[in-house]
């Protein structure tokens, strides 16, 4: 065990493969797009994704291209995770580097899942 660390035996799942993604149009961006662009980020404590740690999956990204708007709900791997805020930093980085400006980021922690929620990770890109 290491010291520190809030999470020091978490569960790891198997990256899931699939074939490349089809797109309807050349220029349309869906959730599948946006999930493949975050899932690869690694945890701030461990050497593995958040994917891989079920912090993120398919169903937590949803994408509104009409409203320009992109949101993300992630699940810590524990309540009283300590980096959530990390994670949320990480996932807006990613996503202001890989897609256009216009769209309105919100990454969110999943309801009930952080003991703190209070405190907020909740973030906005105007």
């Known amino acids: 065990m290491t010291v520190g660390m809030i999470n020091a035996n ?11 993604h089809p ?3 050349a220029d349309a961006l ?6 493949d662009t975050v899932r690869d980020i690694k945890d701030p404590e461990h ?3 958040l994917e891989q740690l079920s912090v993120l999956s398919e169903e937590s990204v949803s994408v509104d291209e009409k409203l ?7 699940t810590p791997t524990v309540q009283h995770c300590s980096m959530a805020t ?22 969110k922690v999943a309801p009930g899942s952080l ?9 906005d890109k105007s």
């Open 23 to 25: 797109h309807a149009a």
């Open 86 to 107: 990390v994670i949320g930093l990480c996932l807006r980085l990613k996503l202001m580097q890989n897609f256009p400006p216009h769209f309105k980021i919100d990454i």
């Open 68 to 74: 320009g708007r992109i949101q993300i709900t992630f």
């Open 10 to 20: 978490p569960v790891v799942h198997e990256r899931l493969e699939r074939p490349a």
């Open 115 to 123: 003991a703190n929620e209070e405190s907020g990770v909740d973030s």
């Open 47 to 49: 050497p593995y994704s």
């Open 30 to 35: 869906d959730a599948l797009d946006v999930f």
